[in-house]
């Protein structure tokens, strides 16, 4: 989502000592915003100008969707890019690792009923080593793939 002119509410911040221009005029490194978008999401973190020209999100910040999803972590180029955490409203939270809007690389899922998988993810599905604790604390430990996961060991505790 680009930080578009038909913005309901933006505020800029940070103005250069020099100039008092904000960040954003003169083109230099991020910029802090708060910002409402028209479909009632919100933005408050860093911007900056993308090639283009129009303002995106770069750096860390938090979205809050209008439904209620919260991601609050690093961006780059308008996108979930780095460490991050989100939180759904169901319950289900993930924290780890984000690559264009997606779970990709190592994280922790954690299901609406208090169930985790910590492990490895590629475009948002667990995949390869993992770990899955049920509600009940059993460790469920291998290969996974997507929905699949054959060959899981139990950990048992001596």
Same mark, same amino acid.
């Given at each position: 989502?680009?930080? @578009?002119?038909?913005?309901?509410? $933006?505020?800029? +911040? #940070?103005?250069?000592? +020099? +100039?008092?221009? %904000? ?23 860093? $911007?900056?100008?993308?090639? %283009?020209?129009?303002?995106? !999100?770069?750096? *860390?910040?938090?979205?809050? %969707? ?14 979930? #890019?780095?460490? &991050?955490?989100? #939180?759904?409203?169901? &319950? @289900?939270?993930? /924290?780890? /690792? ?9 994280? *922790?899922?954690? =299901? ?16 390869? /080593?993992?770990? =899955? ?8 430990? &291998?290969?996974?793939?997507?929905? @699949?996961?054959?060959?899981? !060991?139990? #950990?048992?505790?001596?």
């Amino acid at each position: 989502m680009k930080l @578009a002119k038909n913005s309901v509410c $933006c505020r800029f +911040s #940070q103005p250069s000592a +020099s +100039s008092g221009k %904000s960040r954003m005029m003169s083109g230099e490194g991020p910029i802090k915003v708060s910002y409402v978008f028209p479909n009632g999401d919100r933005y408050e973190g860093e $911007c900056s100008k993308s090639a %283009s020209g129009a303002m995106v !999100r770069s750096g *860390t910040g938090k979205h809050t %969707s209008a439904n209620g999803i919260i991601y609050t972590g690093e961006w780059h180029e308008d996108m979930m #890019q780095g460490r &991050g955490t989100l #939180q759904h409203p169901s &319950g @289900a939270v993930y /924290e780890g /690792e984000f690559k264009d809007n997606m779970y990709h690389g190592t994280g *922790t899922y954690t =299901f609406p009923d208090g169930s985790t998988y910590k492990g490895h993810f590629h475009k948002n599905r667990m995949e390869g /080593e993992g770990a =899955f604790t049920n509600t009940q604390g059993l460790v469920w430990t &291998g290969e996974f793939h997507g929905k @699949a996961a054959l060959g899981l !060991r139990m #950990q048992h505790n001596i």
